[in-house]
């Protein structure tokens, strides 16, 4: 026959003493309750938040509108529809450019495989995690909401290549020198709070 724990018996006093015991000596630690949202705590520097679309120094799009992002969304959250870049009206360094880019955050999982797919660097993650809204329809951010703003020095496409007449010209150290911002700098979200991580990233193409 299976033996049978030891069980206090109900009303008890070491029973009694035991429970209240436990709940007096919790009195006594440290609180870990954060009073959010009046005090906000960062996430982790690597905290996968939403998304944001970068630009080249001289301000055009990073993007080229390629959709391997959307190819590589497993929630199938990102929509994107390609343009081509015309003489008169060059958004992006390539031959094409993201004419449409959304993102669905009620499909995404935050899973990061879009921004590992990206050739161009256009597509990195903030640690913006502050998207709670009212409605579905507010909650697919399109082109405009995703596109870094323009820090100084940067020009509002569309308009000509301006670190160099050709590819090769305009993806060298040097060609961009006199574009150099420094750091990357941080939006700030609906509630006027930093958005940090790769926030937006000025630089070179790694493709
Ligand atoms: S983070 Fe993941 S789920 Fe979200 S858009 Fe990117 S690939 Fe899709
Ligand atoms: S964000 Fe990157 S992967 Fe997505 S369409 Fe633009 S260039 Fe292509």
């Not at 993102?103 to 797919?117: D, M, P, S, V």
């Amino acid at each position: 026959m299976a033996e049978q724990p030891d069980v206090e018996p109900t009303g008890s006093a070491l029973g009694f003493a035991k429970g209240f015991g436990l709940t007096f000596s919790t009195m006594f630690k440290k609180v870990y309750t954060q009073q959010y949202p009046f005090d906000f705590y960062p996430p982790a520097p690597r905290y996968h938040g939403r998304h944001v679309l970068n630009r080249h120094p001289d301000g055009l799009e990073k993007c080229v509108g390629c959709e391997l992002c959307a190819w590589a969304c497993p929630a199938d959250a990102i929509y994107v529809e390609g343009g081509d870049n015309t003489a008169t009206e060059r958004y992006s360094p390539g031959e094409r450019y993201g004419k449409v880019y959304q993102i669905n955050y009620l499909r995404c999982i935050f899973c990061g495989l879009c921004i590992e797919a990206c050739p161009t660097r256009s597509l990195t993650m903030s640690n913006e995690y502050e998207l709670a809204l009212d409605n579905r329809q507010d909650l697919i951010y399109t082109k405009e909401q995703l596109m870094a703003p323009l820090l100084p020095g940067m020009e509002a496409p569309p308009h000509p290549m301006r670190l160099g007449d050709d590819e090769k010209d305009y993806y060298t150290v040097e060609s961009q020198e006199p574009f150099a911002h420094g750091e990357p700098q941080s939006l700030a979200n609906v509630a006027g709070r930093p958005i940090t991580g790769t926030a937006i990233e000025v630089g070179r193409h790694h493709g």
